[in-house]
């Protein structure tokens, strides 16, 4: 653990500020904005662009698959309210795109942001392909910077493709739910308030954290929730062998297992893995029956899991 540490410090992100103007446009279905259709929007962006733009999204249900350029940061779309406007589409992978080409599971999402400094609120990000299609992302974020605030992610496997490579998010009092593995990637993501609710019995999380990164994901202050007949929930399983999943403060009801964490049938998970607990509650909280391999922070070791300490100076 003060190897950990050591880390946290070393990896402390930039943050950037923004220009002072500020674009900003309307998306409306019935025509009163300045645009229709979501994508539009995030197309009449320039590439390269500098200058913070500010979408603001009516009611409705936008069924789209969304993609904003690597080179178009500055994004902000906050929709009039999360439960009413929905953004939302049904890939799945091993189906065939208007192309031709097969689908696969990074090409299914409903919604992927590209852009640094990408922030949503008040919005539904959903994929409606159904349980039994496998592989459908609703929202992958591979941008740096990106912040969800009151947003809702809903889907059945990978719902929730947080991150690529060196990157990190902020999400807060969101809803999230899913199948199998519904949160997944390579990011240094924070959730904060957010409600976790499964909806089959599996996984929640299936980090493919980096060895070189002190933290993967980390859940503060969350609840975690199931549909009615939920009972055998794990907590996570190592997507990559130095996944890396904290759970602080958390309140888990009687669907999360008592093992609470599992090696992906390869033994070798359990000398790699970080996961971790501080003063989890509820009937799901187990701290006896944990794996063994899973670690019970300290009061100390769990305040280096806070976002300024993870995040340095970046102001999400």
């Not at 996570?236 to 999943?245: D, I, K």
């Amino acid at each position: 653990m003060k190897q950990t540490m050591l880390l946290l410090t070393a990896f402390l992100f930039v943050g950037t500020s923004l220009p002072a103007q500020v674009v900003r446009k309307t998306v409306a279905q019935d025509g009163s904005g300045d645009y229709t259709t979501v994508q539009a929007a995030l197309d009449a962006i320039p590439l390269h662009n500098t200058v913070p733009v500010h979408i603001y999204i009516r009611k409705g249900i936008y069924k789209e698959k969304l993609h904003l350029d690597s080179t178009k940061d500055f994004v902000t779309l906050t929709g009039e309210d999360a439960q009413n406007t929905i953004l939302t589409y049904d890939d799945h992978a091993g189906m065939h795109s208007p192309t031709g080409d097969t689908i696969t599971t990074y090409s299914s999402p409903s919604c992927i942001i590209h852009g640094n400094n990408f922030r949503a609120e008040e919005l539904t990000f959903a994929n409606t392909a159904g349980i039994s299609a496998g592989q459908a992302v609703a929202l992958s974020v591979k941008g740096d910077r990106a912040t969800f605030i009151h947003c809702r992610m809903l889907g059945f496997q990978d719902t929730l493709l947080a991150g690529t490579f060196y990157v990190k998010q902020y999400y807060e009092d969101c809803y999230i739910e899913g199948s199998t593995d519904f949160i997944f990637g390579y990011a240094a993501a924070f959730f904060n308030r957010c409600q976790i609710n499964s909806k089959s019995n599996s996984y929640i999380t299936a980090a493919a954290t980096p060895p070189a990164y002190p933290v993967g994901y980390v859940f503060k202050d969350c609840k975690l929730t199931a549909d009615s007949g939920v009972t055998r929930v794990y907590l996570g399983r190592p997507w990559r062998p130095y996944a890396s999943v904290t759970w602080l403060h958390c309140e888990m009801r009687a669907h999360i297992l008592p093992a609470g964490w599992d090696n992906w049938r390869k033994t070798a998970n359990e000398q790699t893995a970080r996961y971790a607990e501080y003063k989890s509650k509820g009937p799901g909280a187990n701290n006896k029956g944990r794996a063994s391999w899973a670690r019970q922070l300290t009061k100390k070791e769990a305040r280096q899991f806070s976002p300024a300490k993870i995040f340095g100076d970046w102001k999400f």
